[in-house]
C-alpha cells in the first residue's frame, strides 16, 4: 500500500519559515518525481515545486527563490523549505509522487494545512 504522509504545516507570521515534509512509504522512492502542490480556498491546485528522481528541481514563479525542494533517498523524504512567507503562501499543501514511465504510478498525500498571518 503505497502512502504519502506530509507533516510540518502550522500557522507563522509573515516573512517566517517552516519546512514540510512529506514521508513516503510502499513505492521504490528513489524512482519517482516528487512535487509539492498547494490550494487555497476557492482556488483551483497550484503547482509549487518539483524534484526528480536525479536531483534536479523546478520551482512554480510565486515561489522562486523564496522555497527550496530536496530528497532523502535513504529515508524515502521530500522536504520543502519555505522562507518568507506570504499571507499569499496560506493553503492546504499536497504532496505528489509519480513514476516517470508508468503514468498510473500517481500518488498523493493528503495534505498538510500552512497559514501565514500575523
Known amino acids: 500500500q503505497v502512502q504519502l504522509v506530509e507533516s510540518g504545516g502550522g500557522l507563522v507570521q509573515p516573512g517566517g519559515s517552516l519546512r514540510l515534509s512529506c514521508a513516503a512509504s510502499g513505492i521504490i522512492f528513489r524512482l519517482y518525481t516528487v512535487g509539492w502542490f498547494r490550494q487555497a480556498p476557492g482556488k483551483e491546485r497550484e503547482f509549487v515545486a518539483t524534484i526528480y528522481s536525479g536531483g534536479a528541481t523546478n520551482y512554480g514563479s510565486s515561489v522562486k527563490g523564496r522555497f527550496s525542494i530536496s530528497r532523502d533517498n535513504a529515508d524515502n523524504t521530500v522536504y520543502l523549505q519555505m522562507n518568507s512567507l506570504k499571507p499569499e503562501d496560506t493553503a492546504v499543501y499536497y504532496c505528489?509522487?509519480?513514476?516517470?514511465?508508468?503514468?498510473?504510478?500517481?500518488?498523493w498525500g493528503q495534505g498538510t494545512q500552512v497559514t501565514v498571518s500575523s
Open positions: 505528489n509522487a509519480n513514476h516517470p514511465n508508468y503514468s498510473l504510478r500517481n500518488y
